[in-house]
């Protein structure tokens, strides 16, 4: 994305020292799941339904390891309203729940050339419309 | 051979000597906070350096073993009491099956180690037993003990039934100040603060606040001054933000210049806050052993005095170890 489409904002001067699991943060131009309580010093904006590291790997997306993210993916974030996180976290809670996710070969140059085209092509071929 | 717990103490954890080579996935290394005591409680224990261990802070536990066993506590000064009898730390301790031990309040220092023959038997995850509490796992069921907890206990190999040392004399023992001085390497952001700031971060003595626990500890102090620049694109606003980088166990950041923040072992692996020194690897156990209100000073030194002084660690280690080393 071009500087000025991201956002940037400021971190905190003084962290925090705790922070609810699975809070979504941002600071400066970076974007964080917290997998875990703790501190922190992004400022929050959200809180992720599912988890993203499953020590238990009770979840078939941590089938192969307790961690889901690795280096390289890209992570789309979706807005729900309180009925659906709640079925969401029920889902978590009877093991159905999955992740929707694709690979697929991302090109620099076509993503630097037509970001917004290719960000809108890659949502196709994660919604697989 | 189990232990019951009939009361948890504040934190109680199981831990070893840690999870390393996971921290790039953001899992922190963890084991004991305080490696030295934990390691000593072992061998009077008649255990290898491996074994995990309790890790007591500030409140400890009571707890009663369904046989006959052979304990160590080593760590902050405490009173141990075996069915309400006051007994020595530092020194191998037998059981008799049902004997009662609990602890009085700590005297200095805040955490000490009880280490029981056969190693404390919960299951290996990540190539540790060590408790990593804020993750839920690894330890006892993922987190602190809890009243009514049963905790296994291993079955030592029979060749190694023999404790490396019956007693710890005092002069070997790690001492638990309210006056520290921490020995760290400089770096990798020192250079942005300015001349005096650097000099105030070294110079000035800091006071541990009670924002201390396993993740970092909390310092308050002078303020000290970074040097104005224009941010890069992402870094945030302030003169001590950084575009995110990871973090060593042990570095000490300074978010707006106040409270100095040093990393321990099971700290978050990156974020975006500059980091001025990192702590060498052989005080960290200093830090450890820091109870709130700890008055501490930063002293700076080279890459060759660290190595020298880890040197220094491993040989009274190996004193404590003797024939029976690892």
């Not at chain 1, 904006?45 to 089938?63: E, H, K, M, R, Y």
């Not at chain 1, 993503?111 to 697989?128: F, R, S």
Request: aromatic share 8%; with cysteine; hydrophobic share 40%.
């Amino acid at each position: 994305m071009p500087q000025e489409q991201q956002l940037e904002v400021p971190k905190y001067l003084s962290p925090r020292t705790d922070t609810p699991a699975l809070t979504v943060g941002h600071g400066g131009c970076f974007a964080c799941i917290y997998s875990v309580r703790g501190a922190g010093g992004y400022q929050m904006f959200g809180i992720a339904a599912a988890p993203i590291f499953d020590p238990a790997q009770l979840l078939s997306d941590f089938d192969d390891f307790m961690i889901f993210f690795k280096p390289g993916d890209i992570v789309k974030f979706k807005p729900v309203d309180e009925a659906e996180y709640r079925q969401i976290q029920q889902q978590v809670a009877d093991g159905s729940f999955t992740y929707r996710q694709t690979p697929v070969v991302f090109d620099l140059e076509r993503a630097l050339a037509h970001p917004t085209e290719y960000n809108q092509e890659i949502m196709e071929h994660l919604n697989g419309h | 051979m189990a232990i019951r717990i009939m009361e948890p103490g504040l934190a109680t954890t199981v831990q070893d000597r840690g999870r390393p080579g996971y921290y790039h996935v953001g899992i922190p290394q963890g084991g004991s906070m305080d490696q030295l005591s934990a390691e000593m409680a072992n061998a009077l224990a008649g255990n290898t350096p491996a074994e995990a261990v309790l890790e007591c802070t500030y409140i400890g536990p009571r707890f009663t073993t369904d046989a006959d066993a052979v304990i160590a506590v080593a760590g902050a000064p405490v009173d141990v009491l075996v069915n309400g009898t006051a007994r020595e730390q530092w020194t191998r301790l037998e059981l008799v099956a049902g004997d009662e031990v609990s602890f009085g309040m700590i005297r200095a220092g805040t955490r000490y180690y009880i280490a029981i023959q056969g190693g404390i038997d919960v299951p290996v995850v990540l190539g540790s037993r060590s408790t990593y509490a804020l993750g839920a796992m690894g330890g006892f069921e993922g987190g602190t003990l809890k009243p009514g907890d049963t905790i296994d206990v291993g079955t030592t190999p029979s060749e190694h039934h023999a404790s490396a040392a019956d007693f710890i004399d005092e002069s070997l023992r790690p001492s638990f100040d309210k006056n520290v001085t921490v020995r760290v390497l400089p770096g990798l952001y020192d250079h942005r603060l300015t001349e005096e700031g650097l000099d105030t971060l070294f110079s000035a003595t800091w006071t541990l606040t009670p924002v201390a626990d396993r993740t970092g500890l909390r310092y308050a102090g002078p303020a000290v001054t970074w040097k104005p620049r224009v941010q890069p694109f992402g870094a945030g606003s302030d003169p001590s933000n950084i575009v995110d980088a990871g973090y060593a166990i042990g570095s000490i950041q300074i978010p707006g210049g106040k409270e100095p923040i040093v990393l321990h072992r099971d700290a978050v692996s990156g974020g975006g806050y500059a980091m001025v020194a990192t702590v060498i690897s052989s005080d960290m156990d200093l830090l450890a052993r820091s109870a709130p209100g700890t008055q501490t000073t930063f002293k700076p030194v080279t890459m060759e005095e660290a190595l020298a002084a880890r040197a220094e660690g491993k040989a009274l280690r190996s004193r404590i170890w003797g024939s029976a080393g690892q």
